[in-house]
């Protein structure tokens, strides 16, 4: 077993921004066992802005979403089968042939699925021929099994959302979200992955699919670039039969505006509260507003900000996500539906790196800069001894290394907030664990 020290601890940190890339709305990882039963909660009611889908029809016909005009935008779909009681995820690269000055997004998919989503990767020009764990690929435009995004390809953040067919659109992308001089801008070349994840809850075969739009506007139209703040929290731990909340902040590194935001849980989800502080929670930050309140996991609504929000360096969003878990076993983070998660989205301008990710410095290979803040009272000696004595196991998803996962994350939810929330600086060798007590 690998022995963590604040020398050898560094590692942690660029496998946390790995598992914050990874694991989004993004969030929920297929499995050969699927668990039709307990996913039937995820589906979600019509809304009265809702797509609409053609009951007779299968697959992408059964979707009735028109592709944007010439030059005016594109689409991207994907789809893929399913058998009955099947849970499959599933990630396709798809490539511009023109840029995109991304104003607004629209995205539906078939009844049944829990998410949707485009993200960006690092790649242009051409398709990568390995994926990121260095394994050669045959074929990176078909559609391949994943466990999340960033599961097989380098996607650094996310850019687009869809909505079911017959359920409200998404409002991240919605028209007057931006304003109309702002984009995110996307280069013709540029690869992006689709992540669809589809849980088939009828006794027979289906064909399920995800199309999603991006509509641009005009070069000349564009004066500011917009970006997606895409925040995860790797460290939930619920035990059987019981209640647990998980705390993250992330610091505002510099004056950016925000738009919209939005929560994602899993079905154990509760209650979700995002806060913008005046400064950091470890030094006392107080709040300044609430930036999104509400108990709703299976289809959250987007918070609009009118006006658009204002947010100043120096101070933190930090996001809670309360759980009730009345099953007769213990729930870790993780990537598939069985598991759980706790993000803060949002949609914001100008972009920098630092803040789609939450990083440490404007830089996509720095750590992450997010603080995590248990609910225990492990001092930071030890936690670094019940990480040492763990699996060390952060990112999966399933019934196979569950219980590893919650032993090794429980490490740092049931460390005390001044202990768990400066892993970061752990990780980086500038903080002495033993420094760290809980008093």
Not at 187 to 203: C, E, P, R, W
Request: a negative charge; one cysteine or more; proline letters at 7%.
């Amino acid at each position: 077993m690998r022995r963590l020290t604040p020398n050898t601890f560094a590692w942690l940190a660029r496998s946390l921004l790995l598992v914050t890339a990874a694991h989004g709305v993004q969030g929920c990882s297929s499995d050969e066992a699927a668990q039709p039963e307990a996913a039937k909660d995820m589906l979600p009611a019509a809304g009265a802005d809702a797509q609409p889908v053609t009951a007779a029809a299968d697959g992408c016909d059964a979707i009735d979403l028109p592709a944007p005009g010439d030059g005016q935008g594109v689409q991207f779909a994907i789809d893929l089968e399913l058998a009955p009681g099947q849970e499959r995820e599933v990630c396709k690269l798809v490539q511009l042939d023109h840029a995109v000055n991304l104003h607004t997004s629209l995205g539906a998919f078939t009844h049944g699925s829990h998410h949707g989503l485009l993200s960006q990767t690092t790649y242009h020009g051409e398709f990568p021929t390995q994926n990121v764990r260095g394994e050669p690929v045959d074929d990176p435009t078909a559609t391949l099994d994943c466990q999340g995004v960033g599961d097989l390809w380098n996607a650094p953040g996310v850019i687009a959302f869809g909505r079911p067919a017959g359920g409200t659109a998404s409002q991240l992308g919605a028209e007057g979200v931006l304003p109309d001089d702002t984009a995110i801008k996307l280069a013709s070349g540029d690869v992006m992955v689709m992540n669809f994840h589809m849980i088939n809850l009828t006794d027979k075969p289906m064909r399920a699919c995800y199309k999603q739009n991006l509509n641009g506007i005009p070069d000349e139209q564009v004066k500011t670039e917009a970006g997606t703040m895409f925040y995860y929290n790797p460290f939930i731990t619920v035990p059987a039969g019981g209640r647990a909340s998980a705390t993250t902040a992330c610091p505002v590194s510099e004056d950016v505006t925000l738009a919209a935001q939005v929560s994602h849980m899993h079905k154990r989800g509760v209650g979700y509260r995002a806060r913008l502080l005046d400064g950091d929670p470890l030094a006392g930050g107080k709040e300044v507003q609430v930036l999104y309140d509400g108990p709703e996991w299976d289809e959250p609504v987007a918070r609009i900000n009118t006006p658009a929000l204002s947010l100043h360096a120096g101070q933190w969003i930090e996001w809670t996500c309360d759980y009730m878990n009345p099953e007769a076993r213990d729930v870790a983070q993780g990537a598939q539906t069985m598991d759980e998660m706790c993000m803060f989205i949002g949609t914001y301008w100008p972009r920098s790196l630092h803040m789609d990710n939450c990083l440490v410095s404007n830089d996509e290979e720095a750590p992450s800069a997010q603080r995590y803040l248990g609910k225990g009272t492990m001092n930071g000696s030890q936690m670094i001894d019940c990480l040492n004595a763990s699996p060390m196991l952060y990112s999966g998803g399933g019934p196979h290394d569950s219980a590893a996962r919650y032993q090794s994350q429980r490490c740092v939810t049931e460390a005390c907030p001044r202990a768990s929330g400066r892993l970061g600086e752990i990780s980086a060798g500038s903080v002495d664990p033993a420094s760290l007590d809980c008093d």
